[in-house]
């Protein structure tokens, strides 16, 4: 049975949920580097400016997400949360009101289902994301489980992807298929700091743009739509000009062969007027 499959069976009736007045759901500890901090948001901000969703259910309804950064994860009141830099939940939606203390984090027994991805960022040596973290996550059935180290400081690889098989995480390409999403390094600039980012992509290998990404793509293809309506207003103006031209040319030639049957017909009344027949032979 699948984590997901085990999670949908678990909905725990409300009178049936534990005390959490005692459990922290935040400590408000300021931990994460500049670089961090960017990763996580590039990957919550371009899936809500671009991402339709998961593929759609059987009556084409869409489904709705959560995604989160460095929002804690609770499996359980008994055990302490994991706290990855980023997850992503589907089919849930965050219960108002939302600053009550159980809507505020992620409690397994509230959305009735674990997160369906956790991202780690690898900072330094010291985070176990391949070991303890790795085994964590397992234990909490998250079916995909995603390590990018762009620093490699844990091997050559920058990224890890893995499949929840049993109880056990296997390495698989990062492609989620029940997602209908993958997972590519991208080389380029984020909000003013250039370098690897982790990106999503689209089944062709194309990044989920940023919402600034997509406004600025927009301004280019509106640019590009004038420029083409000005070449087009240019090409018709200077059509209307060579029509003019031409008509004015065929003015002239008119008004030059007018001009010409003028004087014939004025040179032969002279000529009639001198007793000269205009159209008789020399």
């Known amino acids: 049975m699948s984590g997901a499959t085990a999670w949908k069976e678990l909905v725990i009736p409300v009178v049936d ?7 922290v759901v935040e400590d408000d500890t300021p931990v ?24 759609p259910s059987e009556g084409g309804e869409p489904r709705p997400f959560l995604a989160a950064a460095n929002v804690g994860l609770f499996a359980s009141v008994k055990r302490p949360p994991l706290v990855p830099d980023f997850f992503l939940s589907v089919d849930v939606v965050p219960a108002e009101p939302r600053w009550a203390k159980e809507n505020r984090t992620y409690l397994f027994w509230e959305f009735g289902k674990p997160p369906e991805l956790v991202v780690e960022v690898v900072s330094n040596r010291e985070g176990e994301e391949l070991g303890k973290k790795r085994r964590g996550y397992a234990a909490m059935r998250i079916p995909y489980y995603v390590v990018y180290d762009p620093a ?17 995480y296997v390495s698989i390409q990062p492609w989620f298929e029940t997602l209908g999403l993958g997972l590519i390094e991208w080389d380029g600039e984020f909000e003013g700091m250039s370098g690897p980012w982790l990106r999503w992509s689209r089944r062709d ?3 989920l743009p940023t919402g600034a990404e997509r406004a600025e ?3 280019k293809r509106a640019e590009s739509e004038r420029e083409r309506a000005e070449s087009e207003r240019e090409r018709a103006e200077s059509e209307r000009k060579r029509a003019e ?23 032969a009344a002279r000529l009639r007027e001198l007793g000269v027949d205009p159209d008789g032979e020399a």
């Open 17 to 23: 949920r534990p005390d959490i007045s005692g459990l």
């Open 32 to 55: 994460d580097n500049l670089p961090s901090e960017k990763q996580q948001r590039l990957l919550t901000e371009s899936l809500y400016a671009s991402w339709d969703g998961p593929p």
């Open 152 to 168: 490699r400081h844990l091997g050559e690889a920058a990224l890890h992807a893995f499949e929840l098989r049993g109880d056990l």
């Open 205 to 207: 290998g194309t990044v």
């Open 217 to 219: 793509s927009e301004r």
């Open 245 to 267: 031209s031409e008509h004015e040319r065929a003015e002239s030639e008119r008004k030059r062969a007018e001009d010409a049957e003028t004087r014939a017909q004025r040179l």
